[in-house]
C-alpha cells in the first residue's frame, strides 16, 4: 500500500552566473532556505539525499557531487545517490525520494537539483550538450547543437499547424515579464517583440531570445511521509500525480516532431495518478529550454488541441490572470536552466504558488482548485517527468 507523500519545505539559490561560489555553496544556499522553509525539521531526520546533476566532473570539477554534498551540508552518513536524466534530472531526483517515502523506506528525504555550466566555455558546453542526442548517429557525423535539435521541432510545428517566429516571442515576451519580477531569476529584464525577433540567430528559426541560457542555481526540496509532514508543518503540499516516459533517443526513430512522446506518456500516467486533467491546473512549469518547446508543451499536456498552442499565448492565456498560466517564475528562458537543478526548481516555484507566496502578487496565480504541474524534459525528448501537485 503506497504512503502519501509531500513536500513540507522548499529552497533554491540564486539562478544566474554565480562565480562568486562553488558547487557546494551554490547548493548550500538552496538547502539553507529549504531547513528554514520547513518549520519543524532537524537536519539529522532527513534519511536520505537524492542529488539531480548533469554536470558533474564535466562541466565542473567535482565528480562525486552527492556524497560531497552530504559531506558539505553535514548529513552524513544518511546515504545519497546521484540521479541523472539529463536536462530533467531534478525532476528524477524528486521521483526518487517520492519512491522511498511512499514505499515506506523513508520517512524523510531530500531532492537536489544542482549545477555550475559557468565555468566552461561555450563552445565545450555545446558540445557536452550536443551529445544529449544520439552519439553515434547524430552527433559524431553531423555534430548537431542542442539549438539545433529543437530548431527540427520548431520548423516542423512552423509548417504543420501555422505557428510563426512572432509567436515563439510572445512566449519569450511572457516569460521576461515574469522573470524580471523574480528575485532569483538570472535575466531579469522585460523585454519586447522586436527586441526578441531582432536578436541573433542561434539555429533557424531559433534566435537569442528563444533559447534558455547557460547558467548556475541549485534547488533542494524536502519531503515527507503523511505521518511526519502533519509533524513538519501546518501547509502541506501534497504530491498526488507522477509520471514519466521516454522516446527513441534517435531523432530518426521519432514518430512525430511536433510533439514528444515522453512528455505525452508522463503526463497521461501523471493526471491518471493523480484523478485530475488538465482543466483543473491552476498553474503550470513547463520545460521552456526553447520558447517553440513552450507551445508544443502546452499541447502535449492536453491545455489545449494539437496545433493551438499558438492561440494560447497569442490570447495570452497563459499570462498570470489567464486561463492556464504557466512559467510565472520566468522559465527557463527567463529565470535559467542550470539543467540538473531545474526540475527541482519547478517544484520549488510551484509550491510557492500552491501556497500563495509566489512575490510580487503580480506573478502569483489564482489558486481555485489547488492543482500544480510540472514538466520536465530531458534531452530532446529521451525522457521526461511530469508531477502533479495539490494542497
Ligand atoms: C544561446 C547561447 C549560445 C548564448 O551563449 P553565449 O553566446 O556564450 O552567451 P554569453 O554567455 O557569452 O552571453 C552574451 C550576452 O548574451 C546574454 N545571453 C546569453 N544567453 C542568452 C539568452 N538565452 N537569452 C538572452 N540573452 C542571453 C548574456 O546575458 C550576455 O549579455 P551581456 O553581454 O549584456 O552580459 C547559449 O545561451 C545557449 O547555448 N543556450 C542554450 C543552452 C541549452 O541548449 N541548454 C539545454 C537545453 S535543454
Known amino acids: 500500500m503506497s504512503r502519501k507523500v509531500a513536500v513540507v519545505g522548499a529552497g533554491q539559490s540564486e539562478f544566474g552566473n554565480r562565480l562568486d561560489v562553488d558547487i557546494k555553496e551554490l547548493s548550500a544556499e538552496s538547502f539553507v532556505e529549504a531547513l528554514e522553509d520547513t518549520e519543524n525539521l532537524e537536519k539529522k531526520d532527513i534519511e536520505f539525499a537524492s542529488i539531480g546533476s548533469v554536470g558533474a566532473g564535466l562541466m565542473f570539477e567535482e565528480g562525486l557531487v552527492a556524497p560531497l554534498l552530504c559531506e558539505y551540508l553535514g548529513l552524513n552518513p544518511i546515504g545519497t545517490q546521484r540521479t541523472e536524466a539529463a536536462c530533467a534530472s531534478g525532476m528524477s531526483a524528486v521521483y526518487l525520494i517520492y519512491n522511498m517515502i511512499a514505499s515506506g523506506q523513508i520517512d524523510i528525504g531530500l531532492a537536489m537539483g544542482t549545477e555550475k555550466m559557468t565555468e566552461i566555455t561555450t563552445p565545450l558546453m555545446m558540445e557536452f550538450i550536443g551529445r544529449a542526442g544520439s552519439y553515434f548517429w547524430e552527433f559524431e557525423n553531423f555534430g548537431p547543437t542542442f539549438p539545433g535539435y529543437y530548431a527540427i521541432y520548431a520548423t516542423a510545428h512552423m509548417a504543420k499547424y501555422g505557428t510563426t517566429?512572432?509567436?515563439?516571442?510572445?512566449?519569450?515576451?511572457?516569460?521576461?515579464?515574469?522573470?524580471?519580477?523574480?528575485?532569483?531569476?538570472?535575466?531579469?529584464?522585460?523585454?519586447?517583440?522586436?527586441?526578441?525577433?531582432?536578436?541573433?540567430?542561434?539555429?533557424?528559426?531559433?534566435?537569442?531570445?528563444?533559447?534558455?541560457?547557460?547558467?548556475?542555481?541549485?534547488?533542494?526540496?524536502?519531503?515527507?511521509?503523511?505521518?511526519?509532514?502533519?509533524?513538519?508543518?501546518?501547509?502541506?503540499?501534497?504530491?498526488?500525480?507522477?509520471?514519466?516516459?521516454?522516446?527513441?533517443?534517435?531523432?530518426?526513430?521519432?514518430?512525430?516532431?511536433?510533439?514528444?512522446?515522453?512528455?505525452?506518456?508522463?503526463?497521461?500516467?501523471?493526471?491518471?495518478?493523480?484523478?485530475?486533467?488538465?482543466?483543473?491546473?491552476?498553474?503550470?512549469?513547463?520545460?521552456?529550454?526553447?520558447?517553440?518547446?513552450?507551445?508544443?508543451?502546452?499541447?502535449?499536456?492536453?491545455?489545449?488541441?494539437?496545433?493551438?498552442?499558438?492561440?494560447?499565448?497569442?490570447?495570452?492565456?497563459?499570462?498570470?490572470?489567464?486561463?492556464?498560466?504557466?512559467?510565472?517564475?520566468?522559465?527557463?528562458?527567463?529565470?535559467?536552466?542550470?539543467?540538473?537543478?531545474?526540475?527541482?526548481?519547478?517544484?520549488?516555484?510551484?509550491?510557492?504558488?500552491?501556497?500563495?507566496?509566489?512575490?510580487?502578487s503580480d506573478r502569483q496565480a489564482s489558486i481555485d482548485n489547488g492543482v500544480a504541474l510540472a514538466h520536465n524534459v530531458g534531452g530532446t525528448g529521451h525522457y521526461t517527468f511530469v508531477t502533479i501537485l495539490e494542497r
Not at 515574469?178 to 531559433?206: H, Q, V
Not at 526553447?290 to 499558438?310: P, Q, V
Open 165 to 360: 517566429e512572432e509567436d515563439f516571442a510572445r512566449v519569450a515576451v511572457k516569460n521576461h515579464k515574469y522573470g524580471a519580477l523574480n528575485e532569483k531569476s538570472y535575466l531579469r529584464k522585460e523585454i519586447d517583440i522586436e527586441t526578441a525577433m531582432n536578436s541573433d540567430i542561434i539555429a533557424w528559426p531559433l534566435k537569442l531570445y528563444y533559447c534558455c541560457p547557460i547558467n548556475d542555481g541549485a534547488a533542494s526540496i524536502i519531503m515527507a511521509s503523511e505521518e511526519k509532514a502533519k509533524e513538519l508543518t501546518d501547509s502541506p503540499v501534497w504530491i498526488t500525480g507522477l509520471g514519466s516516459g521516454t522516446s527513441p533517443v534517435n531523432l530518426a526513430n521519432r514518430k512525430s516532431f511536433t510533439s514528444i512522446e515522453s512528455a505525452r506518456v508522463a503526463a497521461e500516467k501523471a493526471y491518471d495518478m493523480a484523478g485530475v486533467g488538465p482543466d483543473d491546473v491552476d498553474v503550470a512549469s513547463v520545460h521552456d529550454c526553447f520558447e517553440s518547446a513552450e507551445i508544443m508543451a502546452y499541447e502535449d499536456l492536453g491545455f489545449c488541441e494539437n496545433g493551438e498552442g499558438k492561440e494560447l499565448i497569442r490570447e495570452k492565456q497563459t499570462y498570470a490572470d489567464g486561463d492556464i498560466p504557466v512559467n510565472l517564475g520566468g522559465g527557463l528562458k527567463s529565470k535559467g536552466h542550470p539543467i540538473g537543478a531545474t526540475g527541482a526548481a519547478m517544484i520549488y516555484e510551484l509550491h510557492k504558488q500552491l501556497l500563495e507566496k509566489a512575490k510580487p
